[in-house]
């Protein structure tokens, strides 16, 4: 498994999507994801101020025609935002943002992506990793918790709309150990 910031971790070459750490020129196709998916979306600002952030990957096409949609080479399918800050010696991963086209849903591509931000993070030196999500988001909270993420806190109104958000923990030794037991 690559760590570094040439390849990501979790690469697989041999499906339609390749994931590799975002560049500038994904922004756009990151931020119209962003629109698409969620009801109250981050500014265009925010994801370039986190490009350096060593979990920021995006998945891209090869130009493969999922159910009648044509994907061209190149277009960003999906994205996620994850980044780490020191907190005395143990460092706390953050998954700040997740989302994958609406036409491209459905395949795992959630899942790699969220895999391969973890294993930068981890790679970083995180040994714990957070994320916010929404109280009614239970198709994403059912992924977190697959991976490993426990329920830490709610937070009642956390979005800008009212609802509330579960905060959700992984310890990612932990998480290492059960992904190398498990062969994956």
Do not use: C
């Amino acid at each position: 498994m690559t760590t570094s910031r040439g390849a990501a971790a979790g690469d697989d070459e041999t499906g339609e999507e390749r994931l590799r750490p975002v560049a500038r020129a994904d922004l756009l196709g990151v931020f119209r994801i962003e629109k698409a998916v969620f009801s109250q979306p981050w500014p265009y600002a925010a994801f370039e101020g986190l490009l350096d952030a060593p979990g920021f990957l995006v998945a891209e096409g090869d130009g493969w025609a999922a159910n009648g949609t044509g994907v061209d080479a190149g277009d960003v399918l999906g994205y996620v935002v994850g980044d780490v800050t020191p907190n005395h010696g143990r460092d706390i991963g953050h998954i700040k943002d997740l989302a994958v086209r609406p036409d491209t849903q459905g395949r795992g591509l959630g899942r790699r992506l969220l895999r391969a931000s973890l294993s930068e993070l981890a790679a970083a030196g995180a040994s714990a990793v957070k994320l916010e999500v929404r109280e009614t988001n239970h198709r994403a909270q059912s992924l977190y918790a697959d991976e490993g993420f426990r329920p830490a806190r709610r937070i009642p109104r956390y979005y800008g709309d009212g609802e509330a958000a579960f905060v959700m923990r992984l310890d990612v030794g932990e998480w290492v150990r059960e992904r190398n037991a498990d062969g994956s």
